[in-house]
């Protein structure tokens, strides 16, 4: 299965990128959004894909035994969630108050902070 | 205000500050004129010792680590330079308090001043390299600021600017030279340099570090073709120019070759370098010293020939060489600050430089017209004076070096020149038919002219006890520049030699020339008025900044998505050249076998989803795309044992996705902006980043790894940390500190939303407080 | 039982608190500056205290929640990191106590002082953490204070450049917490110093190749390097200068940070090919950079683009790994720090002496008569960029240049030349056109005239705006002073860089610290 | 020096603000009319779901759960009432600005993490006791951590949602 979300992952950088690339405001940030999804799936397929197998310790058991699940990307995965999440909040924002700033969406008209001389 | 230069200037605060900095700054020049004697009778008790017993040093530890000391020695040359400075500083304070006095920034002017003057002074003395590099930026630096003090005049400025920047880069070019020469002689103290394997040419960078020293060299003392700095850098307030641009500062690059020369001298490049140098220099300051009317322009000009003569003599190398430049750099000291206090004492008075436009002064001030004659007369190189045995020195050593002709024709020529630079400004204005000026030059308070005429008396006493020199100052300034022990012994009178003939021919031209100077002689020869050096550099500069702004047009274009696409292709450049040499069966892509239908499936709709969120005309279409990608995400969480994941990515997805349907129903309809063909670039750049991710992904699941960190997670978590949940052990305890980090990521983020909305949107932008 | 090195995490926790302190009093002005700025203060003198520490007892670890390292989350401060920290935790004091001059009320009041607490928190988290995983949870906390910052007060230009500012980075995010998820999977830990031991016996040159270019890269956009920092220019001189000078002296550095940290462990093996890949990218980037600082006449997209070019030395330092080169890069970019901070907030002051609120030195000048302290002040950081002695930039760069010569790199050599005469042109310009030139106002014709239009009827244009002399001028004082401080004790401060250098040349004392007695 | 100035712009802020606020309210008033159902069902949901939150953070150590996921199920839950009702009843319901759950949280987390200290052990070690407080059968700092993170998880997302919903 690590190949699928090999390719998966990549495709999800891919698109991510693409949209990045458009002039669009809005694709911009849907593009960070798939960016972002995309580097915790590749988070998850580097940890290893188990199946059935969740790092549970069961009651009665004093630590984790067989063929478990790495907890540890888990737990970088959830706080990569959590902070991406935190961060595309903002930019969802910003992306606003952007467009109520200068009446547009395109990126291309957004050039006021930079140019030749100024 | 006493300058006219400075009439319109910050009137306003003139008024406030007169007053103030009028006696305040009187008496600090005073006291800074008193600190510079001091100075100089320092340096002069150590004369005897010197000569007698050899340098003195003195070294306290700065940075030992960079190979930079504090170590100053005291020998014959230094002495020579250090007295000069001071001696002469000292005169300069007094004269400022006169040329620019009740002026509103005296004190700023002094504090100046004074800064130059104990550079200039640590750069005489430095034993160690990069010291001496220190002093020698700080002297750009201090005399940037002294050049532009009227800083109200463009051309001031200008002349600035083109000084720091010239002599900057020299400066640059100076420091790597000193860098290679410490590298390559193991040290970095001048005074152990000389014996090093670096001398004379043993080295195999040894041209390098030598051309680079030159161009620092060359280019603080104004050589062929950086001269055109000098003449520019007469925007200066007279004080300025008598004191950096004659006497000291523009003798910083000789002084270092005469410093270096027992360590990189004596070589066939030195001597073409130098000569080379020296001989252009002096042909270009001797033409243009006479074709100039203004006197700061004459003086500056002639000040470059000088430079060319020093550097010359530097050049040829040998005893009487080296003998020659000391003298003549002693005695140009003494003449040439005269004539430039002289210079500016006329303009103070009658408001005029052009020295036609000038006659008659000398009954109005006559003690400024006596310096002006003695100077004039050492200038010339007539006997007594000290130029006179400076002169024939020189002229026997071009005679004996391996051009005679060449050399001595532009030394006679040179000293042409000068006598008629000299009497442009030392007779000129003085004798002849009075002239109406802007200002009637009224009695010169004696602050003014005693600065002048002591200095010229001086150098009267100089040549005077020329055997007295010769054996305190001279030989051991030689000793210094030759790197042995030597005595020089001079005589006004040697007999009938062929160097007197030429001087006497030179002086005879020189007057020749003067008397018959007439407007029509000068219009014939100033049709040719050179200045390509100075074209260089404007136009240099003018290519640079259209340059500069052709550059950054390209890159800093504005255009986020060229940002992006720079950065992508970068980032496919760089990281794929180590996967390059991967071969495909290393990717094992027959793993694929392994996953269930349903996952695929799963995959294979995400992929679809992520198609759409890509292409989607409509945005609500494009959101609903990319909150399948996140449930998805979800249920891959699921299949693959990771609960908490798939729960928290669920809530975040649904949170996610109302947040994008609340903020994006207020944006207009999308638009189509970008053209087909960009857009296949844009996917060809996006699929191939895509690619690359795939394959390092691909590489590394398939890498055998193991991890200590699960396996202690798994044995400890219920142990020591009393969770069954391990991912949330590892959250809450094992790792606490990144959630604590990530809390506070979330909240920030949540405050900047909150202020961001409190802040209403403004169309203008306004940073009024 | 051992006592605890409570002074390590102290960087990090009391910017935390304070900055609760300030959300707790949120819409106070007067409260918020005085805990913000007791805050900022009890943080230099644990900087103060903490690389004391370091300098006479070695690295200080704590290991948090107390697991035994690699498996818990370590603090290791070594000389670099303590050192780093201690100079960002008075550049912060600087910006703070400049805020509460330069600011408006309303982003003073929401949000400033706690946000900017957050930043130093994130900063001193950065610097001190020896753990991989947790650098990327600060690099997150520095960009989101980043974004609040930048994004405050919201006029126009600010928020473009706060757009290309927030894409970049967070490209740069994704790619660094892709590439911590690939260095996970194959070495196997995340402690930075057991990574160092690990990574020795992982045979996979291509992977590790591409691992660590992506860790490049992301430290690179972060870093401003060639040709990945576009964004920097855009974003930096928008907003408010004290956010100007505090990004100006944190943010970029903590990415080089990271690169020097990250280099033995990333890098180290296939030192033929990054030497040389680092060394160009250092050169394009302080030509590039220079080349923009001249193309420029707002004052702050001049220092913008200068802190742009001078990430080059740094860079240079790095590619060159040498002892002296690397000690030369740490001493530059603690003085470079200070200096573009410390210009920033000059940038500040003159923008408001002169009533130009956009910068433009087209339409300054007369500082020198009206403002001779503040022209003073400009002295000592535009020497120091300059490399001109004795600031503290004039010994770095002489650092650099001699490890450059001694390896034989003569042409980065001439490229760091060649950018430092650059910087002493945009230098002198800058203080021409700020403080030499006469006012718009009272200049007559010539060819300098800038774009004004009737200056005298501009009614904004208050060109006497008083600057407090405690509030507006003693941060500048105490960070030019710094600057020059730092240059006469050139020996010491070597001294603290090449030990810190040598630490990361040979990090066998840093490891042995980190994994502690564990097993 | 400049009050005038910042009041007349203050002023022309809450005029925009109530201009706003009328332009809203037909669409707020609509909303609440068509989804009676929704509104009356999320006022129901509310306890439920903040019980369910709750529970998710308490047993997070050993079932799947914890405050991440318990802050966002209550945030959810809140988010959901503010849909349907309106922000100024969402604040209601939090009783407390959302900001000072954040506040709140963070001084409950850091104050975890810094409890051990006060004992002379690193910066959040783990302390548990043995006696049992209230319900809880064994106090400890990771759970006040987790607490912390659950209330900066909900302060977090409710500041986010209602000032979207106020803007």
């Known amino acids: ?118 | 205000m006493a300058n006219p230069g400075r009439c319109g200037m910050v009137s306003g605060m003139a008024s406030q500050t007169h007053t103030r900095a009028g006696f305040g700054g009187r008496a600090a020049g005073w006291l800074l004129a008193l600190l510079a004697f001091f100075l100089f009778a320092s340096l002069a008790s150590c004369i005897k010792p010197v000569a007698e017993a050899g340098p003195l040093r003195f070294s306290l530890s700065w940075a030992p680590s960079l190979g930079v000391d504090f170590a100053l020695a005291i020998d014959g040359l230094s002495l020579v330079f250090g007295m000069m400075i001071t001696g002469i500083g000292g005169l300069i304070f007094i004269y400022s308090i006169a040329y620019m006095g009740g002026h509103p920034r005296l004190g700023l002017f002094l504090a100046e001043l004074l800064l130059f003057m104990l550079s200039m002074l640590g750069l005489a003395l430095a034993d160690n390299l990069i010291l001496l590099f220190i002093f020698w930026e700080l002297t750009s630096v201090s005399s940037y600021l002294l050049i532009g003090f009227e800083n109200e005049k463009p051309e001031a400025r200008a002349a600035a600017l083109q000084a720091l920047l010239v002599t900057g880069a020299g400066g640059l070019a100076l420091l790597a030279g000193f860098l290679l020469m410490g590298a390559g002689g193991g040290t970095m103290t001048i005074s152990a340099l000389n014996g090093s394997s670096f001398a004379h040419g043993g080295h195999g960078l040894y041209l390098p570090t030598l051309i680079l020293i030159c161009l620092g060299a060359f280019t603080k003392s104004a050589q062929f073709p950086f001269y055109f700095w000098l003449p520019n850098a007469m925007a200066a307030p007279t004080p300025v120019s008598a004191y950096l641009h004659s006497a000291t500062m523009v003798k910083a690059g000789i002084y270092l070759l005469a410093r270096l020369s027992p360590a990189l001298g004596g070589t066939p490049e030195w001597r073409f370098l130098l000569v080379g140098a020296g001989t252009l220099t002096l042909l270009a300051g001797a033409y243009m010293a006479v074709i100039k009317t203004d006197l700061k322009q004459i003086l500056a000009y002639s000040t470059v020939g000088a430079l060319g003569v020093f550097t010359m003599a530097l050049g040829i190398g040998g005893e009487t060489a080296a003998q020659a430049a000391i003298v003549y750099i002693i005695a140009h000291a003494f003449y040439k600050g005269t004539l430039f206090m002289v210079a500016g004492i006329i303009h103070h008075e009658t408001g005029i430089r052009e020295a036609e436009r000038l006659g008659g002064l000398w009954r109005a001030m006559p003690a400024t017209a006596a310096a002006a004659l003695l100077a004039l007369l050492s200038k010339a190189g007539l006997p007594p004076f000290l130029t006179f045995l400076g002169k024939e020195t020189l002229l026997k050593a071009t005679l004996d070096s391996p051009w005679p002709w060449i050399l001595t024709g532009g030394v006679v020529i040179v000293s042409i020149s000068f006598v008629v630079a000299g009497a442009a400004v030392g007779l000129m204005p003085f004798y002849g038919p009075g002239k109406d000026y802007p200002k009637t030059p009224g009695r010169v308070p004696a602050t003014f002219w005693m600065g002048p005429l002591i200095l010229a008396a001086a150098g009267l006493a100089a040549g005077l006890g020329n055997g007295w020199m010769d054996r305190w100052i001279v030989s051991p300034a030689v000793s210094a520049v030759v790197g042995k022990q030597v005595q020089i012994h001079s005589a006004l009178w040697h007999g009938l030699t062929p160097e007197l003939g030429l001087s006497a021919l030179a002086v005879l031209l020189g007057f020749g020339v003067y008397f018959i100077w007439s407007r029509r002689f000068r219009s014939a020869i100033t049709w040719w008025n050179p200045h390509p050096p100075e074209w260089v550099y404007h136009a240099g500069l003018r290519a640079l900044d259209a340059v500069a702004i052709r550059i950054n047009r390209t890159l800093q274009s504005g255009y986020l998505r060229y940002y992006i696409i720079i950065s992508v292709a970068t980032a496919l450049l760089v990281i794929a050249a180590p996967l390059a040499g991967v071969a495909p069966g290393e990717f094992h892509l027959e793993r694929w076998l392994d996953g269930h239908a349903h996952e695929m499936a799963l995959a294979v709709l995400m992929l679809l989803a992520a198609v759409m969120a890509a292409t989607a005309p409509a945005r609500m279409t494009a959101i609903v795309a990319l909150g399948v990608v996140g449930y998805g995400m979800a249920l891959f969480f699921m299949f693959f044992s990771a609960p908490d994941l798939a729960m928290t990515q669920f809530g975040i997805e649904t949170l996610s996705v109302i947040l994008m349907v609340l903020v994006v129903l207020r944006l207009p309809p999308q638009k189509k902006y970008s053209s087909p063909p960009s857009r296949l670039r844009d996917a060809g750049l996006a699929i191939a980043a895509g690619g690359v991710v795939t394959a390092t992904l691909l590489l590394a699941t398939h890498f055998p790894q193991g991890s200590a960190l699960g396996d202690f997670f798994a044995d400890n978590s219920y142990i020591s940390a009393h969770g069954r949940n391990v991912v949330n052990v590892i959250l809450v305890d094992f790792r606490a500190f990144d959630t604590f980090g990530e809390i506070t990521v979330v909240s920030v983020a949540a405050i900047g939303v909150y202020s961001m909305i409190r802040q209403p949107a403004r169309k203008k932008k306004a940073d009024n407080r | 039982m051992m006592p605890v090195p409570m002074i390590i995490i102290a960087p990090i926790l009391i910017p935390f608190f304070t900055a609760l302190a300030c959300l707790a009093a949120w819409g106070r002005r007067r409260v918020q500056r005085r805990i913000c700025i007791l805050g900022a203060g009890v943080l230099c003198l644990a900087g103060g205290q903490l690389f004391i520490t370091v300098w006479r007892q070695g690295v200080v670890t704590l290991r948090l929640g107390n697991w035994p390292a690699p498996y818990g989350i370590i603090l290791a401060a070594d000389t670099l990191g303590a050192s780093l920290a201690a100079v960002a935790a008075v550049i912060g004091l600087a910006a703070i106590v400049s805020a509460t001059y330069g600011m408006d009320r309303r982003r003073e009041t929401e949000g400033f002082y706690a946000i900017a607490q957050v930043m130093l928190m994130g900063a001193c988290g950065a610097f001190l953490t020896g753990d991989i995983f947790n650098l990327y949870v600060w690099f997150e906390v520095l960009l989101i204070a980043s974004f609040v910052l930048l994004s405050l007060g919201g006029g126009k230009a600010q928020l473009e450049g706060t757009v290309k500012y927030v894409a970049l980075n967070m490209v740069a995010s994704a790619i660094f917490l892709a590439a911590v998820g690939l260095f996970y999977g194959v070495v196997g830990t995340l402690n930075l110093a057991d990574a160092a031991v690990k990574v020795a016996e992982v045979n996979a040159p291509a992977l590790m190749g591409a691992i660590g270019l992506m860790f490049l890269l992301a430290f690179g956009i972060k870093a401003a390097i060639f040709p990945l920092y576009f964004w920097l220019p855009a974003a930096y001189p928008t907003p408010s200068f004290p956010v100007s000078a505090l990004f100006g002296g944190l943010l970029t550095k903590v990415g080089l940070y990271a690169m020097i940290r990250t280099h033995g462990l990333l890098f180290i093996p296939h030192a033929d090919f990054w030497g040389p890949l680092l060394l160009t990218l250092a050169g394009l980037t302080m030509i590039a950079g220079m080349m923009g600082a001249l193309s420029q006449r707002g004052f702050g997209r001049i220092i913008s683009f200068n802190l742009v070019g001078h990430m080059g030395y740094m860079l240079m330092g790095l590619g060159l790994f040498s002892p002296m080169g690397l000690a030369g890069a740490i001493y530059y970019m603690a003085a470079d720090m200070i200096d573009i901070a410390t210009l920033f907030l000059i940038g500040g002051a003159v923008a408001l002496a002169t009533g130009n609120a956009g910068g433009d030195t087209r339409r300054m000048g007369g500082l020198w008569e009206r403002r001779p302290f503040l022209a003073a002040l400009f002295i000592a950081p535009a020497m120091s960029l300059s490399g001109l002695p004795p600031m503290a930039g004039f010994w770095g760069k002489l650092g650099l240049l001699r490890a450059a010569l001694a390896d034989r790199h003569y042409w980065i050599a001439t490229a760091a030349l060649a950018a430092a005469f650059l910087t002493l042109l945009s230098m002198a310009r800058l203080w021409e056109a700020v403080f030499w030139k006469p006012p718009p106002s009272e200049r007559h014709g010539g060819p300098e005239r800038g774009p004004e239009r009737r200056p005298e009827q501009r009614p904004e244009q208050r060109p006497d705006q008083n600057i407090p002399f405690v509030r507006g001028y003693a941060p500048i004082l105490v960070l030019a002073g710094l600057s020059l401080l730092l240059g006469l004790l050139a020996e010491p401060a070597f001294q603290v860089a090449r030990s810190a250098a040598e630490n990361i040349i040979d990090p066998a004392a840093y490891i042995r610290a980190a994994l502690g007695e564990a097993p | 020096m400049n009050d005038p100035s910042a009041r007349k712009e203050e002023d022309i802020m809450k005029a925009s603000d109530g201009a706003a606020a009328a332009a809203h309210a037909p669409v707020a008033g609509k909303a609440r009319a068509t989804s009676l159902v929704l509104s009356t069902a999320a006022t129901y949901l509310l306890p439920l779901l903040l019980f369910l939150s709750v529970y998710a953070l308490a047993r997070g150590h050993n079932l799947p759960g914890g405050g991440f996921i318990g802050g966002i199920i209550a945030a959810s839950a809140f988010s959901l009432f503010a849909i349907t009702h309106d922000a100024e009843a969402a604040h209601r319901a939090l009783r407390l600005h959302p900001r000072l759950y954040i506040v709140i949280g963070l001084f409950l987390a850091g104050g975890a993490g810094l409890a051990p200290m006060v004992a002379g052990k690193p910066f959040l070690t783990a302390l548990w006791a043995d006696a049992p407080f209230l319900f809880i059968q064994e106090p400890n700092t990771p759970l006040i951590f987790d607490t912390g993170v659950y209330l900066v998880v909900i302060g977090g997302v409710m500041t986010i949602f209602i000032s979207l919903m106020e803007d």
């Open chain 1, 1 to 118: 299965m690590e190949v699928i979300l090999s390719f998966l992952t990549g495709s999800l950088y891919a698109a991510g990128l693409y949209l990045m690339m458009r002039r669009s405001l809005f694709k911009l940030i849907l593009g960070l959004m798939l960016m972002g999804h995309a580097a915790n799936l590749l988070l998850f397929t580097i940890g290893g894909l188990k199946r059935g197998a969740p790092p549970f310790i069961q009651e009665g058991m004093s630590r984790l035994t067989g063929d478990f699940a790495d907890p540890l990307p888990q737990a970088l995965i959830l706080t990569a969630i959590v902070i991406g999440f935190g961060l595309n909040a903002f930019a969802v924002m910003l992306i606003r108050r952007v467009h109520e700033t200068t009446g547009t969406d395109d990126l291309d008209e957004m050039r006021h902070a930079d140019g030749p001389i100024r």
